[in-house]
């Protein structure tokens, strides 16, 4: 393309207009790429979005196929748990009739047995519940005898050997009679002073002391007879300073007993300091010192109380000693255990209860008053210093020539040991045994067994703890012998 020049007028324009045509041209030749690669991009664009709808469809397709499949599978298990449950069903009918049939079958046999045995199903059943429950029974019965056997043994064992050990440390004396007090007098002419012009001076001895004076055929002596050991003490001493003195009428009997009553306090309060230094118990509230100290004089079954008390607590160290227990305050408890006896004639109760509430109220602490409390099972022993009391307190006074008994008691007690335990049926004979100290029952084979045999022995040796008062234990011994005879001819 050719542009002419203007050489006119104004022919200056000429080159500007030139220019811009061929701007413009340039313009149109750069939209017209732009228009080409605008048109490129679009048909590609175009064939893009083709693929991606024929991929889209293919994936459709593939997903739609693959549903189909899973459905037919489905529906395949469906038909095939359908064909399950219908064979189900069938067996449960079937089974439904098989059960009907077997109950039909066991009600007839039911019938039957009833018929035959005579029992009704109750009857059968309570039947055959009694005997599991007597087999289980004798199953424990011996199961509960093995334990205790092997914890009898052991215990025993032990025991033994703690209380052999604790017996043979100790050397104690042996029981002497003080019920009555015999009084040597110097010469025979010493009774007629006693007793005074008209019985004067005995009626004053005995209304000062209050206690018997017998005047008999003994040779020079007289007896004092007092169920107060304390008062009958006295009355010694107020003798002696008499026949001493030579003096002897009313009013000097008044003066001597007065100084008599004096001594036996004081010697009273020295017993119980001695004994508190015997013993090592330590600080005691003066009272309970007087108080320990007036049991020198007084007799348990024909045994000194202090010397008994003396004697426990040297027991119930040593035993605590043994188990690992502080043996102070079983000591402590020991030795006032007995305590109640000095004011069992003041006080309403029994002596343990006595004893409890005595030391309670001097400031004793809440172990010893319970072990004062329990040592005769008045109250359930709960703690080792308790337990430990009662041992020594049955050991001391259970002990060979410890205690005596006077004859009556002992036949009353043998007579009721033998009563409770002909009291229990299947019962034979009943024989006490070494001076009441066991009881041999013999039962009839026939009527009890070895296991009816086991319980008769624990129940009376239960009855006899609870109903009889005895020092140490009672054994309770039940023999059942079978024989059989045959004569040969």
Known sequence: MTIAADTGPGGSLLPIAGSAVALLLVLLVIAGLAVGRLRAARRNALAEAEQARRSAEEQTVRQRAELTRREDGLTEELRRLRRREDELA?????????????????TRRAAELERAAGFSA????????????????????????????????????????????????LAAEQTAETAVTVFRLPSEDMKGRIIGREGRNIRAFESVTGVNLIVDDT????????????????ARLTLEHLVEDGRIHPTRIEQLHERSRSEVEQCCVRAGEDALRDTRVGAMHPELVRTLGSLRYRASYGQNVLGHLLESAHLAGMMAAELGVDPDPVRRAALLHDIGKALTHESEG??????????????ESSEVVHAIAAHHNEVEPGTVTAVLTQAADACSGGRPGARKESSELYVRRLARLEEIA??????????????GREVRVMVRPDAVDDLGAELIAREVARQVSAELTYPGQIRVTVVRESRATAVAS
């Not at 032990?158 to 209380?163: E, V």
């Open 90 to 106: 069938d067996r449960s009918a079937e089974l439904e009739r098989s059960r009907g049939e077997a109950e039909a079958l066991v």
């Open 122 to 169: 109750e009857q059968a059943r309570a039947e055959l519940l009694r005997e599991a429950e007597t087999s289980a029974r004798r199953e424990a019965a011996v199961t509960v005898r093995e334990i205790e056997r092997e914890a009898k043994e052991e215990g025993e064992r032990r025991a033994r050997s703690i209380l052999a050990g604790a017996i043979q440390r």
């Open 219 to 234: 040779p020079e002596s007289v007896q004092l007879s007092c169920f107060d050991p304390v008062r009958r003490e006295t």
């Open 350 to 363: 029994s002596h343990a209860a006595v004893g409890a509430e005595l030391a309670r109220r001097y400031g």
């Open 422 to 435: 002909r009291s229990h049926a299947g019962v034979a004979e009943v024989y006490a045994m070494q001076a």
